[in-house]
């Protein structure tokens, strides 16, 4: 069995500052890694995911997680935020030789002007 | 290409009502399931299907049940409604195994029951 832990239920900060929303994961097998973002009454979308090889992963939108296996971590962070980065962040795991996905609990990130 | 689509949007529903959420995918996609979605507790999973004909429970089950006749739909039926089950519900589909790794997901179907 699987399980994700997300550290932070609710994280504000101001526009322009760094942030860090952190998760870690329990797994005795291999998994892949995801982070998802859910603006205000919107569905799931994709922000990033660790499959396999550099333990960097990039979003588009200037997001970034690192898996850290000896850790079974991979926190998010932003060097600098933007208002439009307020949304609701989920942090997701699956076996890699399964389909089912289980998640954390969500971190809110507000960030105010 | 519309990806995951369910209907309706929002439902009010009386205690002891029944009612099927619908959800539906034109990516093709093997596996499909459902969650809901309560404050704090994250995306809980009800549900799910590896293809049409096999559903499974998932970690929240009691009071909803499923079936897969084809591979592009997935609705979920609510038997006799509680209070409990107000929430907002999650479609998501994917495809199986190693094989593209990303689920999508449907925009929602906000439930309250009174």
């Known amino acids: 069995a699987q399980s994700v832990t997300q550290l932070d239920s609710q994280v504000p900060v101001f526009e322009e500052a760094p942030v860090e929303l952190r998760c870690n994961y329990s797994s005795s097998v291999s998994v892949y890694l995801f982070w998802y973002v859910q603006y205000p009454n919107q569905g799931l979308q994709l922000l990033l995911k660790y499959l396999s090889g550099s333990t960097l992963v990039e979003s588009i939108n200037g997001f970034e997680a690192e898996f850290n296996k000896s850790q079974t971590s991979f926190h998010l962070r932003k060097p600098s935020v933007h208002i439009s980065d307020t949304a609701e962040y989920f942090c997701?795991?699956?076996?890699?030789?399964?389909?089912?996905?289980?998640f954390g609990e969500g971190t809110q990130l507000t960030v105010n002007p | 290409n519309a990806g995951v689509t369910q209907t309706p949007k929002f439902q009010v529903l009386k205690t002891g009502q029944s009612m099927t959420l619908q959800c539906a995918q034109d990516?093709?996609?093997?596996?499909m399931s459902w969650y809901r979605q309560d404050p704090g507790m994250g995306l809980r999973l009800i549900h799910y299907?590896?293809?049409?004909?096999?559903?499974d429970q998932g970690e929240v089950p009691n009071g909803y049940n499923v079936s897969r006749s084809t591979t592009e739909d997935f609705p979920l039926r609510l038997l006799s409604a509680a209070p409990s089950q107000t929430s907002v519900y999650f479609c998501?589909?994917?495809?199986?195994?190693?094989?593209?790794?990303?689920?999508?997901f449907g925009q929602g179907t906000r439930l309250t029951v009174v």
């Open positions: 998501a589909s994917s495809y199986s195994g190693t094989f593209g790794t990303e689920a999508f």
């Open positions: 997701a795991v699956r076996e890699t030789s399964g389909s089912r996905l289980t």
């Open positions: 299907s590896v293809g049409a004909g096999i559903t």
């Open positions: 990516m093709n996609h093997e596996y």
